[in-house]
């Protein structure tokens, strides 16, 4: 069989191919601490858990409208009037199959071909994979401790050009952990929006937060097309449910996109995700979000105490990206070697992009503190070991 000629062009997460060689491991009988995978190690939470029996003992499970089930479409805009004071007709809300979900149909909606997406390097790796998928031309621009390793609207004039469409941001980002300020969202924003680009934000680590809340990009503006996610500050990855929050003037293209794109969304994780929102479960998700502050604080000074360095500390999601250049020339053997020898599986920088990669390892803090200090202590030992 032959592929089509842009699959060449879609690269393989590294992180999955440590996670697969951390699963094999751990088959042949051995211990592994898991710091690479960006899925927290709390369950579903109990009262959804409890939602979502109820409903399959009590529900008739057919497909929902292609945008979502209406009762959690309205939820949702009640979510962000109750924590960001915006009022979001619900029409403009779809949910989809996860935030992947989201970010395809929205990256279908605005991306053709030879249009260029600008993206902050480092990244999240799907980005310029999606964006290649529909013909676009990814354009990384490099950040760093500077900026918090945040976009800016001087490092975007700089390089926006003809074919430039528009771009991709994220606060909290992935790897970094690094948060927007508002004033930097606000001119990143005006400053595309002023080109007649599109902005395509994704809020997926929304609610965690280690310090001032984040502020979303529809305080900014209501053109901007929005990503966000049960999986993360819910708790819900596996049951694979996110949502887009596209403009008014979108609504029509992004149903129709929807209804041939998934049909709809798992109709048994929509009724699950109406309880989400309900004030025992939000009491629960604070309790976690505590819970991951003690863990950052934990793993960035073991790290620095072993001689990494963190010119930027992570203000949310659960990621630290770690600059190694004084412990290692290469991190992707680094990691490597480490998983083999002292059982911790942490990314290198190279699934993140071409800005020094070799100088980074992101590590996650989604396993206990517990597990965290051993993790820290094996890194310890293995970099004693090493000549």
């Not at 935030?99 to 605005?110: E, I, R």
């Not at 390793?149 to 790897?175: C, H, K, V, Y």
């Not at 190694?324 to 942490?346: I, K, M, N």
């Amino acid at each position: 069989m032959t592929s089509a000629q842009r699959m060449a062009a879609i690269s393989p997460f590294i992180v999955m191919e440590i996670l697969t060689r951390a699963r094999q491991l751990e088959g042949a009988g051995r211990d592994i601490i898991h710091m690479e995978i960006g899925e927290p190690d709390f369950p579903t939470p109990p009262h959804i858990l409890k939602a979502a029996a109820k409903a399959l003992r009590e529900v008739d499970i057919k497909y929902t409208p292609a945008g979502g089930l209406p009762e959690l479409r309205r939820a949702i805009a009640g979510f962000y009037e109750h924590q960001h004071g915006i009022r979001i007709d619900p029409q403009r809300i779809f949910v989809t199959p996860g935030a992947s979900g989201a970010l395809l149909l929205v990256l279908g909606m605005l991306v053709d071909p030879g249009n260029s997406v600008a993206l902050a390097d480092p990244g999240y790796p799907c980005y310029p994979n999606l964006v290649r998928l529909y013909g676009g031309v990814p354009v990384r621009l490099a950040v760093d401790a500077g900026s918090a390793f945040n976009l800016t609207a001087s490092l975007l004039e700089a390089r926006w050009d003809a074919a430039m469409a528009g771009i991709i941001l994220a606060s909290p980002a992935n790897p970094t952990g690094s948060i927007m300020q508002p004033d930097v969202m606000q001119s990143l924003v005006d400053c595309v929006e002023s080109r007649r680009g599109f902005v395509v934000s994704d809020e997926i680590y929304h609610g965690l937060e280690y310090g001032t809340p984040t502020q979303t990009a529809l305080s900014c503006s209501d053109t901007v097309f929005v990503i966000n996610s049960f999986s993360k500050y819910f708790g819900m990855t596996g049951w694979r449910l996110g949502w887009a929050v596209v403009p008014m003037s979108a609504v029509d293209v992004a149903e129709r996109l929807a209804q041939n794109m998934f049909i709809a969304a798992p109709t048994p994780s929509q009724w699950a995700a109406l309880a989400a929102f309900d004030p025992e479960n939000l009491v629960e998700l604070e309790r976690r979000r505590q819970q991951f502050a003690e863990r950052r604080d934990v793993l960035c000074e073991g790290l620095q105490r072993l001689g990494f360095l963190l010119p930027a500390k992570p203000e949310g999601a659960f990621y630290v990206y770690a600059d190694c250049r004084h412990v290692t020339p290469d991190s992707r053997a680094f990691a490597l070697a480490l998983l083999e020898e002292a059982g911790v599986a942490v990314t290198p920088g190279l699934d993140f992009g071409i800005n020094h990669p070799e100088r980074y390892l992101r590590f996650c803090y989604t396993a206990s503190s517990q597990r965290i200090r051993e993790g820290l202590d094996r890194l310890a030992r293995f970099m004693r070991a090493r000549p």
